[in-house]
């Protein structure tokens, strides 16, 4: 996992891409299909 500044989207594909979830007071992008999309902030 990354753990980053700010935290973008890489895959940006609408239907399976990269999604924000909020979970505990952190930012985390999550990607099924790709799991070394996964980034955290904070």
Known sequence: MKVRASVK???KDPKNG??????????????KK????????G
């Open 9 to 11: 989207k890489i895959d």
């Open 18 to 31: 990269d999604k924000f979830a909020r979970r505990k007071g952190k930012l985390y992008v999550i990607n």
């Open 34 to 41: 790709k799991p070394k999309n996964k980034q955290r902030q």
